[in-house]
């Protein structure tokens, strides 16, 4: 940190500068200049899939971050907001990086889907442009590979994923390729992918290139109608319980990568691309949001959905469990997690209401 950066971001600064904050008049001066906030423009965009009918159009954003970006470690999520034209709110959601692990400042790349019900990923890679600023979050989330490239736990990685889940698989094969994994003695990974079609598979060229090279990294694609099969995997990797394991992918693929796996295995990782968004419980009783004054009839879907069909707009990013924004205090009754199935009754509790569904009669602080 230069001596510039640790004055700008020092209390006696912020105390000047109150109420808005050293970080609005460096904006306008730079918008690449910051104190402590994170922003980074748009430097290129690469158009994934272009030939696929039928599928959401996949854009891969190159971003270069102000200098307050710490970097990230491969498999990190960040929180991107934008201000979309027409709107007074700055939305946020969060993407998986797909490029290989950054240091601070550098350039890294987002690839994203432009998903149906999503205002920002369709915004993003419909209608940003070469210089679009965006704000963002330091880089964050557990789905990493600990340990350096020189140590892992042992000699054989798994990674599993499926439609966009791959973005941040490829973030850790594109680090460990470059860190020299391949060079090593004995080290493997067996990478397995589904994708709706190879039209619509992300990275092709690359894919091909991994595949066809002298690298140790096993890439198996699969498209269409197959789904993961325990017996396959068993096939490619005979003893993959005791092999260290990454899965990303839709709650479908991923119950069934844990089905196979066995109960809370810890060689095994996973990260939803797409949780299920609807509890598998019986929907009864009325759900209640306390401050708004509302009441409805459990539907069953998550605590988000349910407030914002009764026109609530309560705070949101990730809607995937993982960025801890939408947490709200539940007073009273049951919530079941739709990630996990599991339920807890414990009073005044705090949830993250886009990944709980009430199981019952349920009152929410909001
Ligand atoms: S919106 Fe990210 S955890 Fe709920």
Known sequence: MTLTTKLLGSKAVAALTAPHGVDRYLEMFNPMWAATEVRARVVDIHRENPGAEG?????TLTLQPTSTWRGHRAGQYVQVGVELPGSARRLTRCFSISSAASLPGERFTLTIRANDEGQVSTFLVNSAQVGQMLHLSQADGKFTIHESAATPTNNHLVMISGGSGITPVMAQIRTLLRDGYDGRANRKVTFIHYARSEADQIFADELAEIAAGDNHVDVHLRYGDATFSEFELRRL??????T????????GLIELV???FGEENPRLRVEFFKPPTVSTGSATGAVSFVKAGATAENTGATLLEQAEALGLT????????????CVK?????????VLTGEESSLPDEEIRICVSSPVGDCSVDL
């Open 237 to 242: 990797v005979p003893d993959f319980k005791n």
């Open 244 to 251: 260290d394991t990454w899965a990303c992918g839709p709650g």
């Open 329 to 337: 205090t539940k007073t009273d009754g049951t919530v079941r997690n």
């Open 55 to 59: 599928s959401a159009p996949v854009a």
């Open 258 to 260: 844990r089905d196979a």
């Open 314 to 325: 309560p705070e949101f990013g990730c809607r995937m469990g993982i960025c801890f924004s």
